[in-house]
T-cell receptor, first 114, second 111 residues
Framework: DAGVIQSPRHEVTEMGQEVTLRCKPI?????LFWYRQTMMRGLELLIY????????DSGMPEDRFSAKMPNASFSTLKIQPSEPRDSAVYFC????????????FGNGTRLTVT | EDQVTQSPEALRLQEGESSSLNCSYT??????LFWYRQDPGKGPEFLFT???AGEEKEKERLKATLTKKESFLHITAPKPEDSATYLC????????????FGQGTILTVHP
């Protein structure tokens, strides 16, 4: 089991550019989560999916952020256009059942927007 | 809205010096309280889940306890390899899959 795989590990981009973050969850996990971590705000849930369907996107900051899960083995988080305040570490996590089994996190994508 | 407050923000211990980390929470209908460990440059790694007041879980030098308002993570005779950020999270009754995390406690254990 390779765990949750995120790419890229680091992304540096200029303000206004489109950024796409990618995640491959653990096979068989029905839940997928996107979190953002900053020093100021800690870990914040952006959106989560169950069986590829978005369940709660109330944490998505604004319309510049969008997330998709076209199939059970792939998800993307897109920021368009990016802004310096989007700089953070973005984590993807997957789980069999959020209350009864652990969230397994990837190692994150460190995004820097200049 | 669910809230989690962890204290202290940072804790420095000597190897073998036992201590506790605190997690205070406000939640409507606690479904579960979770402890995670995070090493630099890595994602959080699951440690424990507690579901009801009075419950305790142990793993090596770590022991987690839960009351109706807070949870403690007790570290007995810590080693340098226990140095990490420890995160507490709660799941409330309003959103099944949503965990609310605290800011974490940065633990440093000196040899």
């Amino acid at each position: 089991d390779a765990g949750v795989i995120q790419s890229p590990r680091h992304e540096v981009t200029e303000m206004g550019q489109e950024v796409t973050l990618r995640c491959k969850p653990i096979s068989g996990h029905d839940y997928l989560f996107w979190y953002r971590q900053t020093m100021m705000r800690g870990l914040e849930l952006l959106i989560y999916f169950n069986n590829n369907v978005p369940i709660d996107d109330s944490g998505m900051p604004e319309d510049r952020f969008s997330a998709k899960m076209p199939n059970a083995s792939f998800s993307t988080l897109k920021i368009q256009p990016s802004e310096p305040r989007d700089s953070a570490v973005y984590f993807c996590a997957s789980s069999l059942s959020p209350l009864d089994s652990p969230l397994h996190f990837g190692n994150g994508t460190r995004l820097t927007v200049t | 809205e669910d809230q989690v407050t962890q204290s202290p923000e940072a804790l420095r211990l000597q190897e073998g010096e036992s201590s506790s980390l605190n997690c205070s929470y406000t939640v409507s209908g606690l479904r579960g309280l979770f402890w995670y460990r995070q090493d630099p440059g890595k994602g959080p790694e699951f440690l424990f889940t507690l579901y009801s007041a009075g419950e305790e879980k142990e793993k090596e030098r770590l022991k987690a306890t839960l009351t109706k308002k807070e949870s403690f993570l007790h570290i007995t005779a810590p080693k340098p390899e226990d140095s990490a950020t420890y995160l507490c999270a709660v799941a409330g009754g309003t959103s099944y899959g949503k965990l609310t995390f605290g800011q974490g406690t940065i633990l440093t254990v000196h040899p």
